[in-house]
Every structure is written in C-alpha cells, then in structure tokens.
C-alpha cells in the first residue's frame, strides 16, 4: 500500500499529479530496494509512448482548435437553430445539440464548455433565459465532448487498457445519444414547468439553405474520421492527419476566419496540452507497473470479491468510486490512475474491457460538475459571473439525468457492445 499513500500525500500537498505518481512509485522501488525496477523506469517510460496509437492524441486535438478558430462553432449554432430553435425553450435546444455537434470534434470537456459558455449564455439570456439555467445547459452539454466519438478520453483508454479505438468509438456513440435524450427531456420538463421563451427557427432566418450549408461541412469532418476508421482505410492517427487538413481548408478557404498567423498559437498550444497528457500516461504506467510488483491489484481483486459477487454492484461501486475520485482529480488523472488498478478485476467479473471503458469515461465526468473541484462549474461561473449555490442547483436536473443514463448503461451493456457486435463482426 505504500505507493498509494505516497501518491495520495503527494496528491494532497499539491504537488502535479504526473510527479506524484513518479514519486509514489520511486518511493516504494526504493523502499523495497529493487535496483533493477529504479534503473529501468525510463524503459517503462519510453515502452508506453512508443505506441502510435498516441500520435492521434496531439492531432484530433489540431483538428478542434482549427476548427474552433475557423468559425465552426458558430456556424453549428445557426444550423442547429434551423432545426430546433423554434420549440419552447428553443435556445436551450440549440445549445444542446451544438454541443453534441461539437462534442464529435472538440473532444474536451474544458474546452467545449469555456467555448459555448461565451457564446451562448449572452445570447440565451438577451432571448429572457434565467442566467444560471443558461449556463446549466451549456455545462451539460460539454458532458458529451469525451463519450462522442471521436473522443480523447476513449483514445487514452485504449492506449492504457490495450483495446481497439474504433470498437471503442462504436461503443460510445448509443450511450452519447442516450444522454442527449435524456437532457432533451430535461429541457423539455422545464421548458413546460417555467414557460421558457419559444423564439429562432428555420422563419427567423434571411438564408436557410446557407445556414445549412454551413453547419454541413463541419459536420462532415468528424463522420469522416469515423467512417475512415471503421472501414479499415485509415487507422485513428492517419484519420486524424486526414481530418487535420479538411479543417484547415475550411477554416482558411471556406469560412476564411483561420489566418496562418493564426497557427503558431494553434499549435503551441497543442504542443503544450499534448505534453500534459503524455506525461501523465508516463508517469501513471511506471505507477501501475509498481502497483503490480506491490500486488496492490490481486489485493483489489480480494476485496471486491469479499465485498460482493454481484456484476451489478460492483459497477455500481466503481462508479462510486470513480465519481468520487473525479470530485478531487480532472477526467483523465482519474482514467490513468483508475484503469490499470481495475482492468485485473474485468475478468472476475465478466466484464467486456469496451463495456467498462464506456462507463469509466461516463463516470469520470460527473466530477467535472461537481465540487470541490468540478472545472465544468469554474470555467462557466468565471464566464458568467455566477455563484456557485445557485449554478448547482440549476445542473442538479441534468446530473440526475446523467447517472439515470449511466445506471441504464451498467444494467445494459448492449447499449454500449450492440453497434461493436454489428459493425465490426
């Protein structure tokens, strides 16, 4: 257990999770006085980012900032409002399913959220929308940015768990669309309860067929790398390249809003969060690898076993467990430390490793809206300028719905195995 208390201590005093876990793992190596475990931490390193499958990490995050700056977010908006922005609460609608479209290729919650916080609270409540319900709505729907595909949270699960990232987009697509129903649904209730303002639609604008148009191309990028992935033409880095290139052309050539000027900064900043992310998936496999010489994952095994040997409860625990862990830590320090501890119990319980990833990136979520930390609320209050009392209490519909949705998920692993089982046989 000595390198689990030595990474919550670190964890606890502040330092960087990505260190933490070095350090954990360094101080049980040397605890033990395994030499040979020390001196071959950096082969361990160099193993894990070897794999090409993380190449597609840095270029599905170029493919969301180039689209960002090239004015697709706001062309989603005016497509989306064409469709649904004539029924009560129409707004709402509107920042739900933009976000649902931009989810498939902004890939982070964060992101998806600060971008949408900026430009559809004001506009929401200029249209009579309460401020707090407005920014509610928008949080939601950044939820759905790491289940869509092509999502950054299922690629780092497949690097760590060793699975298929094309079953794995598969495998998120029913869930993703299940919880935007069941947000729809939510809107829907408060949009009767509270009598939201019915305003947009396809009457309200001067140019439907461009709006369309509009929002259509963009559109076209994510069901591309999907499709390319899928049919075994392109594996997810060479679709990601593929879809790096259309979101240029657009953004420069089509919408003419991306300059080259532009790039420099795009790119910086891909560097930098992909350097984040690279190093924690580092770092967290030499700390699994010593959680294993510690025996730390049969011991795991045990104790669930001693717990309970229901399949149901047990997911029910690892959400639990997961949630609670993503109330203090952000969505992909909870996946990579979180997995290679768990994936050795999957089998005791019969659990398909694609069914547990669907989960675990559901799970992972809910911290993003919740306190003390939840990044979801910050980044929206910041915006907004909101209290966080009343910004919860505006989220609280959604989440219910969200854990309504994870618990079906659990119960019915064929929401997230049945589209896997159809495409790729």
Same mark, same amino acid.
């Given at each position: 257990m000595l390198t689990l208390i030595g990474f919550f201590v670190a964890l606890f005093i502040g330092v960087p999770i990505f260190i933490s876990l070095l350090l954990a793992s360094i101080i049980f190596m040397v605890e033990n006085g395994n030499q040979l475990l020390l001196s071959s931490i950096t082969i361990q390193m160099d193993g894990v980012l070897n794999q090409s499958g993380l190449l597609a990490i840095p270029l599905f995050m170029l493919v969301g900032e180039l689209m960002n700056k090239g004015g697709l977010t706001k062309k989603l908006i005016a497509c989306a409002d064409l469709f649904v922005g004539g029924f009560r609460g /129409? +707004?709402?609608?509107?920042? $739900? *399913?933009?976000?649902a479209m931009a989810a498939s290729i902004l890939g982070s919650a964060t992101a998806q959220i600060s971008i949408m916080s900026k430009l559809m609270i004001p506009t929401m409540v200029e249209k009579g929308y309460d401020k707090n319900f407005s920014a509610a709505v928008t949080i939601a729907g950044g939820l759905l940015s790491?289940?869509?595909?092509?999502?950054? +949270?299922? @690629?780092?699960?497949?690097?760590?768990?060793?699975? !298929? #990232?094309?079953?794995? *987009? +598969?495998?998120?697509? $029913? !869930?993703? *669309?299940?919880?935007?129903?069941?947000?729809?649904?939510?809107?829907?209730?408060?949009?009767?309860?509270?009598?939201?303002?019915?305003?947009?639609?396809?009457?309200?604008?001067?140019? %439907?067929?461009?709006?369309?148009?509009?929002?259509? $191309?963009p559109g076209c990028i994510p069901l591309s790398i999907i499709i390319l992935i899928l049919s075994g033409v392109m594996t997810p880095t060479e679709a990601g390249a593929v879809a790096s290139v259309l979101s240029f052309a657009i953004g420069s050539f089509v919408y003419k809003e991306l300059k080259f000027s532009d790039l420099p900064g795009i790119l910086v900043r891909v560097a930098k969060s992909t350097a984040v992310i690279t190093g924690l998936i580092a770092a967290a496999s030499v700390f699994g690898w010593s959680l294993t010489f510690e025996g730390i994952p049969d011991q795991i095994v045990t104790f669930m076993a001693s717990l309970t040997e229901s399949k149901i409860v047990f997911l029910m625990l690892i959400y639990l467990l997961v949630i609670l862990l993503g109330m203090f830590l952000e969505s992909i320090s909870v996946m990579i430390v979180i997995v290679p501890l768990l994936l050795p119990v999957l089998k005791t319980f019969g659990i398909d490793p694609i069914h547990f990833g669907v989960m675990i990136s559901l799970a992972t979520l809910v911290g993003l809206v919740t306190p003390p930390v939840? %990044? /979801?609320? *910050?980044?929206?209050?910041?915006?907004?300028?909101?209290?966080? @009392?009343? $910004?919860?209490?505006?989220?609280?519909?959604?989440?219910?719905?969200?854990?309504?949705?994870?618990?079906? @998920?659990?119960? @019915? %692993?064929?929401?997230? +195995?049945?589209? !896997?089982? #159809?495409?790729?046989?």
């Open positions: /129409g +707004l709402a609608y509107v920042n $739900l *399913f933009t976000n790491p289940i869509i595909p092509p999502s950054m +949270l299922m @690629i780092i699960y497949s690097v760590i768990a060793y699975q !298929p #990232v094309a079953v794995l *987009f +598969l495998a998120g697509t $029913l !869930p993703g *669309f299940l919880i935007i129903f069941s947000f729809a649904l939510v809107i829907m209730i408060i949009g009767l309860v509270k009598g939201l303002p019915k305003d947009g639609g396809y009457a309200t604008h001067e140019s %439907p067929k461009a709006d369309f148009i509009g929002g259509l $191309l939840g %990044p /979801g609320l *910050f980044i929206a209050m910041a915006i907004a300028k909101l209290q966080i @009392i009343p $910004l919860f209490r505006a989220i609280l519909p959604f989440l219910f719905a969200m854990l309504v949705s994870m618990i079906l @998920i659990a119960f @019915i %692993p064929e929401l997230s +195995l049945w589209l !896997p089982s #159809v495409f790729l046989k």
